[in-house]
C-alpha cells in the first residue's frame, strides 16, 4: 500500500497494470479499425491536417487522437497496439491530474492513502480498464475533459494562473479530440459546481478572455482551415455531427434513458453498491471535493441520456467522478483497525480484478468481427506487385493489418447511393462528397473492374461471404484463397487474360 501511495510509484504501478493486457486483442470492428486506419492513413501521407478514411476526407471527429497515434507509430510502429498508447496515457493523466486535485485539497495526512484507493479502483474495474485499452477517441476526451475540471475546479477552490491556464488548455485540446463536448461538458459541471458551493457570483470565475484566448488560439485554426480548405465543412461538422446527432432520431444505438445507469452500475461492479451508499451519504454530509463529484457524475450522465443514440464510450468522462466520490470513503474503511469495514475495500479490490481479467478473457473469446485470419492468409501468398480490391464491401481492419498505405478501389452497385443509417458505406460515400475526383477513384461501378483486372500482375478480391450479388464475374469459380467469419478473398491473375 505505501507503494500505491506515493506520488510517481503509484502511478508507474498503475500504468504497466493497464499495459500489460493491451496486446490481447485483435482490432476491434469498427472503431477501432476505423481510427487507427485513418491514423494510419495520415502517417503514410504526411498530410497531417486531413483525416483520410481510405483516401477521402474524414470528418466525423478532429484531428488529435490521428495526430497522437501518429507520434506513437513513430516509436513502436504502424501497429494496433501504438494507436492504443493514446487511449493508456490519456487514462493515466486524467489519473494523475485526479490525485493533483486530491492532494492539493485534501487533509495531508489523509491524501496519499485516497490516491491510492483511486489508483487501485481505475485499475480494478472493467469500465476505465477496458477504455484505457481500446484505440478510439472516447478515452481522449474523457481524459481532457477530466482534467479541464480538475484544474479549474482546482483553482476555483485555491487560486492558480497555472491550474486556470491548464484548465482552458485541457478545453482546447477536448475540442479537438471529440468535438464540442470538449468544452460544453467541463462548463456545464463547473457551472454547477460553483453555482452549489459558492454561489451564484463564482460562476464568473469561468469568463477569463485571457483564458478564451487560449482556447481560441489552440482549438480554433484546424477547424478554419478545413473550412477554407473544404467548404461546408463546419456544417457538416457541427450541425450534422453534434446538433443534428444530439437532438434528432435516426442515428444507430437507439437505447432507453436508463442505459447509461445501467452501464455504470454493471461495469464498475463489484465496486457500484459502494458507490451508490457513498454518493447517498454525499447527499447529506458534503465537502467540496464530494460536491463536485457528485455534481460531474449526476451532469454528464444526464447529458449523454438525453439523446436517443447512446454508445458505451460515451459516458467514460465520469470514471474520475466516480473515483473522486468512492476512494475518500475506501481509505476510512481501509484506515479501521479491524472488522469488515477494514477487509470491504480489498475484497472489492480483489473482485474488481477477477472481474476485469474476466471481460478482457471473454472479449478476446466471443470475437467474430476480427479479420487477422482472412489478412495472414492474403499476407502468406502476397507477391510484390498485388493489388487489391473490395467488392460489395469495406473492412477497416483488412488495409491497415496489410499495411496498404495507399487508398483502395470499393466496386459498390450503386457508389454513391445516400445512406439513412450509420455504416461504413454511410461514411465512406459521405467523405467522397468533400472530395469528387478522389471519390470517383476510389468508389467505382461494377463496369470499372474491366480496367483494374488488368491493372496489375495480381489482384486479391476481399467478398463479403453473405454477398447476395456478384459484381465481379471474373472471380466466380475461383478457389477460396482466405477467409474470415465474414469474409473471402479470391486471386484473379491477369495473365492470359489481358494484352
Given at each position: ?57 474524414y470528418f466525423h471527429k478532429p484531428p488529435l ?23 493508456w496515457f490519456a487514462a493515466l493523466s486524467a ?148 446538433f443534428k446527432r444530439f437532438a434528432a432520431e ?250
Amino acid at each position: 500500500m505505501r507503494v500505491l501511495q506515493h506520488k510517481w510509484w503509484g502511478l508507474a504501478l498503475a500504468a504497466l497494470v493497464l499495459l500489460i493486457s493491451m496486446p490481447w486483442r485483435p482490432v476491434a470492428l469498427p472503431d477501432e479499425g476505423r481510427y487507427v486506419g485513418v491514423a494510419a492513413m495520415m502517417w503514410h501521407s504526411g498530410d497531417w491536417l486531413l483525416p483520410q478514411l481510405n483516401g477521402l476526407p474524414y470528418f466525423h471527429k478532429p484531428p488529435l487522437f490521428y495526430w497522437l497515434a501518429g507520434l506513437s507509430f513513430g516509436l513502436t510502429g504502424e501497429t494496433a497496439v501504438g494507436a492504443r498508447l493514446v487511449s493508456w496515457f490519456a487514462a493515466l493523466s486524467a489519473i494523475f491530474v485526479l490525485c493533483q486535485l486530491i492532494r492539493r485539497h485534501m487533509d495531508k495526512a489523509e491524501a496519499p492513502a485516497v490516491c491510492a484507493w483511486v489508483l487501485i479502483f481505475m485499475v480494478a474495474q472493467p469500465f476505465w480498464h477496458l477504455g484505457s485499452q481500446f484505440a478510439n477517441l472516447d478515452m481522449l476526451v474523457a481524459s481532457c475533459i477530466s482534467i479541464a475540471i480538475c484544474a479549474l475546479a482546482s483553482h476555483a477552490l485555491r487560486p492558480s494562473t497555472g491550474l486556470r491556464t491548464l484548465g482552458f488548455v485541457a478545453m482546447a485540446l477536448g475540442v479537438l479530440a471529440k468535438g464540442l463536448i470538449g468544452v460544453v461538458l467541463p462548463i456545464l459541471v463547473l457551472s454547477l459546481w460553483l453555482f452549489w458551493s459558492q454561489g451564484w457570483r463564482a460562476v464568473f470565475q469561468l469568463v477569463w478572455l485571457r483564458g478564451w484566448a487560449i482556447f481560441l488560439a489552440i482549438s480554433l485554426p484546424w477547424f478554419v482551415a478545413m473550412e477554407l480548405r473544404y467548404p461546408g465543412f463546419m456544417h457538416y461538422f457541427f450541425v450534422v455531427h453534434h446538433f443534428k446527432r444530439f437532438a434528432a432520431e435516426g442515428f444507430n444505438n437507439v437505447m432507453p434513458a436508463w442505459f447509461y445507469p445501467g452501464v455504470l452500475l454493471i461495469m464498475t461492479l463489484p465496486w457500484s453498491p459502494a458507490i451508490l451508499w457513498t454518493m447517498a451519504q454525499r447527499l447529506t454530509r458534503t465537502t467540496p471535493l464530494g460536491q463536485l463529484g457528485l455534481v460531474w457524475l449526476l451532469a454528464i450522465t444526464v447529458f449523454f441520456s438525453l439523446p436517443s443514440s447512446k454508445l458505451l464510450g460515451y459516458i467514460l468522462p465520469v470514471g474520475p467522478a466516480l473515483a473522486l466520490l468512492l476512494a475518500p470513503q475506501l481509505a476510512r474503511w481501509h484506515a479501521q483497525s479491524s472488522g469488515w469495514q477494514r477487509r470491504l475495500p480489498t475484497g472489492l479490490a480483489l473482485g474488481g480484478v477477477v472481474l476485469t481479467v474476466g471481460m478482457l478473457i471473454g472479449i478476446v473469446w466471443v470475437d467474430t468481427k476480427s479479420n487477422a485470419r482472412l489478412v495472414d492468409g492474403i499476407q502468406a501468398q502476397w507477391q510484390p506487385g498485388d493489388a487489391l480490391v473490395f467488392e460489395d464491401q469495406f473492412t477497416f481492419d483488412v488495409p491497415l493489418l496489410l499495411k496498404r498505405g495507399p487508398a483502395v478501389p470499393v466496386i459498390l452497385d450503386e457508389p454513391f447511393a445516400p445512406q439513412q443509417y450509420d455504416s461504413w458505406r454511410k461514411e465512406i460515400v459521405e467523405a467522397a462528397k468533400f472530395d469528387g475526383i478522389k471519390g470517383r477513384q476510389i468508389l467505382l461501378a461494377p463496369q470499372a473492374w474491366q480496367t483494374l483486372r488488368c491493372a496489375a500482375p495480381r489482384t486479391w478480391i476481399v467478398v463479403p461471404k453473405q454477398s447476395k450479388q456478384v459484381l465481379i464475374p471474373e472471380r466466380v469459380g475461383l478457389p477460396v484463397l482466405a477467409s474470415s467469419p465474414r469474409l473471402e478473398a479470391y486471386l484473379w491473375i491477369a495473365k492470359g487474360h489481358c494484352p
